[in-house]
């Protein structure tokens, strides 16, 4: 930043055709050329930024549907065991919530699969 003032300073002493106000002058274009890379670089981090967010949260989603396919799995092979009376219930009971998780979790999955083709835009 002093050297932008410094060079603005200077700048202001010198008249704008002599060679030296040129040379200032191309010394400030060049600086708001850096600064202007400087924001487009940000702007493409922030980019990737989101696209890495984006794969995260499916990473997630996936994740919650493996424990949720493990869950009706063991609740399967419980309920196949000799369960007598209210365990019987409990089971059915673990099969439902985790068989409504599943559905929840394949919606989910399907809606992030939607969206992540226009979100691949954004790299092309």
């Known amino acids: 930043m002093e050297k932008l003032e410094e060079i603005l300073e200077q700048t202001l002493c010198f008249e704008p055709e002599s060679s ?48 949720t396919a493990q869950a009706l799995y063991r609740a399967v092979l419980d309920s196949q065991r000799s369960r007598r009376g209210q365990q019987v219930q409990i089971d059915r009971q673990i099969y439902c919530r985790a068989l409504r998780n599943h559905q929840r979790l394949v919606e989910i999955h399907r809606q992030m699969l939607k969206e992540y083709p226009s979100r691949q835009e954004l790299f092309t």
């Open 20 to 67: 030296m106000g040129l040379y200032n002058y191309q010394s400030l274009q060049d600086h708001y050329q850096v600064i202007m890379d400087h924001q487009q670089s940000l702007i493409d981090h922030q980019v990737m930024m989101d696209h890495h967010r984006s794969l995260m949260d499916h990473y997630q989603a996936l994740m919650d549907h493996f424990r």
